[in-house]
């Protein structure tokens, strides 16, 4: 790697720190660099915060050496004013020769507006250093932007022989099919996401929560499809432990394709990621519309023999792993 591949490398690593809490806003990181030093770090601090720049520059003690320094970010400086002034305005201030990014922001209130006001005062800018892993660590942010909806991860668990749900059972709670290990990766995985969808049928028969519970984070924003308001408000998805947003025939149309509508609605609320939980209808609503970014799939040891099928679908196996005694696989949606 170049040199200023490793520390672009170095900004992304960092910038994972912010998983979760950053969104809508894109998780950065920025590293600052003086004489092949590290002097200054930063990632984008929570929703209303300070971005990765501003938490960089702060960082570093000898304010002078900022003058002679280079600055590494993972994604364009922003060029206005949202909840927090312009990080390329601070990088200018502070009189940084240097500026390395990873890529271009494509929000239209910056999308090269930021390189365009750090060139005009004179500041060396480079573009482009690990562009693609850049892009790929923002996809939430990019995916909301360029799509117009939220980066959508289907996740489900399936027996060994291809059933997510039995014909039957006693109560309405979860049958599990996966180890505690795996429950509690899902549960890290919530923490991550802005949001987590399942439809009507799935809240009825297992009464979930749908918050983190044995992981250490926030719970994502809990959306469930009621289409008729049918769903007694006594359920654990209406408890007061994290926000929920009820998608019925008020919100969106279901005479028209729904997975497209309630990406528009989501899009609309300023959602940019969301885990799809369930059910199977729900799960194959937005795979038959192809509205979907990565499936991460269990597959765990019990046999069911009959009951609710696994959703079909064909995408790039881009990893799998064992889980003790279950398996992940992940896809990817080309």
């Known amino acids: 790697m170049t040199t200023h591949e490793i520390y672009i490398k170095r900004c992304i690593d960092i910038a994972k720190n912010g998983l979760g809490s950053t969104a809508p806003n894109p998780m950065v990181g920025s590293v600052i660099v003086c004489n092949d030093k590290i002097i200054g770090e930063g990632f984008t601090s929570a929703y209303g915060g300070d971005h990765a720049e501003v938490n960089a520059i702060n960082s570093v003690k000898n304010k002078a050496l900022l003058k002679q320094a280079t600055l590494y970010v993972t994604l364009e400086p922003c060029s206005h004013f949202g909840k927090t002034p312009p990080c390329s305005d601070l990088i200018i201030t502070h009189q940084i020769p240097n500026v390395v990014i ?30 693609n892993e850049c892009k790929i660590h923002h996809k939430r942010f990019f995916t909301f932007h360029n799509k117009k909806r939220p980066y959508l991860i289907l996740k489900w668990a399936e027996t060994s022989d291809g059933f997510i749900a039995p014909s039957t059972k006693k109560k309405k709670k979860p049958v599990w099919i996966t180890n505690a290990f795996s429950r509690q990766l ?146 990817v949606n080309n």
Not at 103 to 130: F, Q, T, W
Not at 302 to 327: C, R
């Open 102 to 131: 990873g890529c271009i922001d494509d929000n239209l209130l910056v999308a090269g507006k930021g390189v365009e006001k750090l060139k005009n005062a004179g500041c060396n800018v480079r573009v482009g250093v690990l562009e």
């Open 186 to 331: 899902v549960h890290k995985w919530r923490s991550e996401e802005q949001a987590i969808l399942v439809g009507t049928n799935t809240v009825l028969e297992d009464n979930p929560s749908l918050t983190v519970r044995d992981w250490s984070g926030k719970h994502p924003i809990r959306v469930v499809i009621d289409r008729h308001h049918k769903l007694p408000r006594a359920l654990s998805v209406f408890d007061e432990s994290s926000k929920t947003i009820v998608i019925s025939e008020n919100e969106v149309d279901f005479k028209t394709p729904l997975g497209q509508e309630i990406c528009n609605y989501l899009y609309s609320k300023n959602i940019n990621s969301v885990i799809i939980e369930g059910g199977a209808k729900t799960l194959q609503t937005f795979i038959d519309e192809n509205l979907w970014d990565e499936a991460r799939i269990f597959k765990g040891k019990s046999v069911f023999k009959t009951g609710t099928k696994a959703p079909q679908f064909s995408g790039e196996l881009i990893s799998e792993e064992p889980i003790n005694d279950d398996t992940l696989k992940i896809y």
